[in-house]
């Protein structure tokens, strides 16, 4: 199996596909919480909680998807054909995103709204070395990198194409993920919803390009976050100046 997307998808109605979402969300979620209750609002209870919620969202979409055979397709969990191209793909991702969040934040700071803010989780990530290489490996690459791009580009966009008013429109498909991925992120106001909207359509743009694996959005994802990780700690530690 290749990444390109081919023939055009069967169908789904739109009560099924709510049910579904609702679905793998609530999976998300309930799987999330489970570190928290157990280690509370820690370092480690919050950074774990994120992979959790991945392995709960992606069960839920192969419970939902495995009697079809559609699973690996519908996430983007395919093979790639050309790795150089893949890396390629990865960096242009992660160079647009820190494009997007410097230039939404700028206008953001312009227009008289405020900037997502990140300090929280920086500090959390920065209490140590081993802090910070945990948050890297659970948050940035397990629970965000993979996690968001496997359910966010992966399973929504997917379910979206089977839409009867969207499976011939894929632009209408990157705008509908694009705009619910920033919705989601309501809680880091209205900047935040639309720079994080952004950067979903470029991420479901970078899969588009990929031919429909998923792998060049994770590792492009990953990367971008990983560096945000490593620059706060290294501010923290007086490394670098703010």
């Known amino acids: 199996m290749t990444g390109k997307m081919t023939t055009p998808p069967a169908r789904t109605g739109p009560f099924r596909l709510l049910l579904q979402l ?8 309930a799987a999330s919480t489970v570190p928290v209750l157990a280690l509370g609002q820690t370092s480690a209870g919050l950074a774990l909680s994120s992979p959790a919620g991945m392995l709960g969202g992606v069960g839920a979409a192969w419970l939902i998807l495995r009697r079809s055979g559609e699973f690996a397709h519908a996430l983007g969990l395919v093979r790639v054909a050309s790795w150089p191209r893949t890396l390629a ?6 160079g647009g995103t820190f494009a997007i969040f410097s ?5 953001a700071r312009l227009l008289g709204f405020t900037a997502p803010a990140v ?3 920086i500090a959390l990530a920065t209490q140590s070395p081993a802090h910070l290489a945990m948050w890297i490996v659970l948050v940035a690459w397990l629970g ?6 496997v359910l966010w580009r992966g399973f929504l966009m997917d379910r979206l ?6 499976t011939r429109s894929p632009a209408a498909v990157l705008v509908a993920q694009a705009a619910v991925f920033g919705l989601a992120h309501a809680y880091q106001g209205a900047a935040g919803v639309v720079i994080t909207g952004l950067i979903g ?6 899969r588009r390009m990929a031919g429909g694996a998923i792998w060049a959005g994770v590792i492009g994802h990953a990367a971008i976050d990983t560096v945000m990780l490593s620059l706060g700690y290294a501010q923290a530690v007086g490394l670098i100046r703010p």
Do not use: D
């Open 22 to 29: 609702v679905g793998v969300a609530l999976a998300y979620v």
């Open 89 to 94: 793909l990865a960096a242009l991702a992660a």
């Open 103 to 107: 230039v939404g934040g700028a206008a």
């Open 119 to 121: 300090g929280e989780t």
């Open 144 to 149: 965000a990198g993979f996690g968001e791009e």
């Open 161 to 166: 194409t089977r839409l009867p008013g969207l």
């Open 201 to 206: 359509l470029w991420f479901g743009l970078i």
